[in-house]
């Protein structure tokens, strides 16, 4: 494994800022070979202060929905270039960068469409700390049932503003753009899996994706130095499933794995949800709620985490061998 950091010291995230550990381990896996592309949020805003920043790669800002088009365009003119000779055919990484806001909920159609340029090497990795987190964490369609944001404070009259379930992005990209050869989800908390998720997703060639779930000390509240310990929570309740799909082959990863052969038992969901402050107003009838839709998920899906259906699927007697 690369000891170079690429992403190092200078960078002005939150203590315990897991994000920015996911932006180290990646640039790790990457390497000096990479053009990195970032849409405004908290990793643009920290990582790039005026005259600063912690990024040892070329780094492009884009605006926050515009990850998917810049990547692609960047990859694009990187193989023209090299066809017409102007530069050295060599092998260098994109990366586009956008957290949960610009990935999933601002910059989806771009992103999507990036996804669909089959010709073009690229990697578009969103982190995910299920909030606008850079403009005072604000609620996304990533922002999970019950938690509490600037958009969805618990009220006297309403205890529950975010009702609805979080949106299951790498899914929706896995199954929308069956010709990506690799999707994947990762956390900091287990680096190696999410070190070697990155290599793979490079290596395969073609547009490929990542999605990181980042515990955020301040939008999330827990003290900092919990991050890993709370990341790690999110995998082990079963909340968080961590899986592939290399070439369309579904693969469970690390503990999501051991969990799924019985190896060891899923923790309940109130381990994860008690140890932060933005579900205390959550009573217990309602991590009750959340843990029958774990659950469910674990025990009817047809994947975890990937595909919601219950039953098996229909095979039309006319379509058997006669
Ligand atoms: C078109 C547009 N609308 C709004 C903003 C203001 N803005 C800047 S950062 C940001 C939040 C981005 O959230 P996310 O992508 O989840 O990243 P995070 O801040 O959580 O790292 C917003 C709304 C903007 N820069 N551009
Ligand atoms: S607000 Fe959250 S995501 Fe943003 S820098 Fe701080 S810990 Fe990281």
Redesign the pocket.
């Known amino acids: 494994m690369a000891q170079t950091e690429y992403f190092d010291a200078g960078h002005r995230t939150c203590q315990g800022c897991e994000?920015a550990m996911v932006l180290r381990w990646v640039a790790k896996a990457a390497g000096p070979n990479t053009i990195v592309i970032g849409?405004?949020?908290?990793?643009?805003?920290a990582n790039t202060t005026y005259y600063t920043t912690a990024w040892a790669l070329p780094w492009i800002h884009t605006?926050?929905?515009g990850t998917g088009s810049a990547a692609v365009g960047t990859a694009a003119a990187l193989k023209a270039l090299m066809e017409k000779g102007k530069l050295p055919n060599e092998k260098i990484n994109v990366i586009g960068i956008?957290?949960?806001?610009?990935?999933?909920?601002?910059?989806l159609s771009e992103v999507s469409n990036a996804l669909t340029h089959t010709k073009y090497n690229f990697l578009i990795l969103m982190?995910?700390?299920e909030?606008?987190?850079?403009?005072d964490i604000?609620e996304?369609t990533?922002t999970p049932f019950g938690a509490l944001t600037t958009f969805s404070p618990s009220g006297k009259q309403i205890r529950i503003m975010k009702y609805r379930w979080k949106k299951n992005m790498a899914a929706m990209m896995a199954v929308g753009h069956p010709e990506v050869k690799y999707v994947a989800t990762a956390m900091a908390a287990d680096p190696i899996d999410l070190y070697n998720k990155v290599r793979k997703a490079l290596e395969i060639g073609g547009p490929t994706f990542i999605h990181t779930l980042d515990p955020?000390p301040k939008?999330w509240g827990y003290d900092p130095k919990y991050s890993h310990e709370i990341g790690k929570l999110a995998v082990e309740t079963g909340l968080w499933p961590l899986f592939e799909i290399e070439n369309g082959k579904f693969r469970l990863t690390s503990t999501s794995a051991r969990i799924a052969s019985g190896e060891i038992k899923r923790k309940p969901v109130k381990e994860y949800i008690r140890r932060q402050t933005r579900f205390k107003h959550l009573t217990d009838e309602d991590i009750e709620y959340i843990q029958r839709k774990v659950d469910e998920m674990w025990e009817k899906w047809l994947i975890p985490g990937l595909l919601p259906l219950t039953k098996e699927l229909p095979y039309p007697e006319t379509t058997k061998a006669q």
């Open positions: 994000s849409a405004t949020g908290c990793m643009y805003v605006q926050l929905s956008c957290g949960d806001l610009g990935c999933a909920d601002a910059g982190y995910d700390n909030s606008s987190a850079n403009t604000q996304t990533m955020c939008g």
